[in-house]
């Protein structure tokens, strides 16, 4: 298990950017798989983006193109850079971490550990 805080989020307008944080502690970080989640009101949580312990990302259809994942297990984090924002993404945005040898990536069961969750909002 590891304990994960995120920042970063806030209020932006449309076409604007944010930079999400996430800092791991309590394990071996360098192990896990990490991804970014999100909920909007009403929808289920679903994956945006993921990195390997090995440092290879993968992203959901619609971000792919404007958000970059990156880690640095020096520092136990992983960053969420997000550009080009549109009203859509609007969410709650967790950090999650999966020690599993094999991981489905869509699948929230299979990460451990959740962060507290940041909010991020796109409006003019």
């Known amino acids: 298990q590891v304990h994960l805080v995120e920042s970063g989020g806030g209020l932006v307008q449309p076409g604007g950017s944010l930079r999400l944080s996430c800092v791991a502690s309590?394990?071996?970080?360098?192990?896990?798989?990490m991804s970014w989640y999100r909920q909007a009101p009403g929808n289920q949580r679903e994956l945006v983006a993921s990195v390997t312990s090995s440092g290879w990302p993968d992203y959901a259809e619609s971000v792919k193109g404007r958000f970059t994942i990156s880690r640095d297990n020096a520092k136990n984090s992983i960053l969420l850079q997000m550009n080009s924002l549109k009203p859509e993404d609007t969410a709650v945005y967790y950090c999650?971490?999966?020690?599993?040898?094999?991981?489905?990536?869509?699948?929230?069961?299979?990460?451990?550990?959740w962060g507290q969750g940041t909010q991020v909002t796109v409006s003019s």
């Open positions: 999650a971490a999966s020690g599993l040898a094999t991981v489905d990536i869509s699948a929230p069961g299979d990460f451990s550990s």
């Open positions: 309590g394990s071996i970080f360098r192990g896990y798989v």
